[in-house]
């Protein structure tokens, strides 16, 4: 079975800073494409990161490029999120998704497995 666990999530200040883990179990770690997504109320999930462990390409998406960053412990199985200078507009669900034999090279993950989601919250 497999399982995306994520943790990490909060309240924080804006300017502040979060580090969001997913850790995975059931799945082929050393090629897999694992993307951090968020949501917010009323809006599409949308892609923020992208890490591929078979090539260690990773992809920081527009709206959070120069902020956050993604990197990964593979004998944790482990990916994660760290997200500097935290505005309220990252307020949201942060879900990490998982899809086995892509790079992020390619293409964005269309994830076949989900979290359940960590909350973070930005005050200004």
């Known amino acids: 079975e497999v399982q995306l666990v994520e943790s990490g999530g909060g309240l924080v200040q804006a300017g502040g800073s979060l580090r969001l883990s997913c850790a995975a179990s059931?799945?082929?770690?050393?090629?897999?494409?694992i993307g951090w997504f968020r949501q917010v109320p009323g809006k599409r999930r949308e892609p923020v990161s992208c890490?591929?462990?078979?090539?260690?390409?990773?992809y920081i998406y527009e709206s959070v490029r120069g902020r956050f960053t993604v990197s990964s412990d593979n004998a944790k199985n482990t990916v994660y999120l760290q997200m500097n200078s935290l505005k309220p507009e990252d307020t949201g669900v942060y879900y990490c998704?998982?899809?086995?034999?892509?790079?992020?090279?390619?293409?964005?993950?269309?994830?076949?497995?989900w979290g359940q989601g960590t909350q973070v919250t930005v005050s200004s």
């Open positions: 998704g998982a899809e086995e034999g892509i790079s992020c090279a390619v293409r964005t993950p269309v994830p076949d497995y």
């Open positions: 890490f591929s462990t078979s090539d260690r390409v990773n």
């Open positions: 059931g799945l082929t770690f050393n090629d897999v494409a």
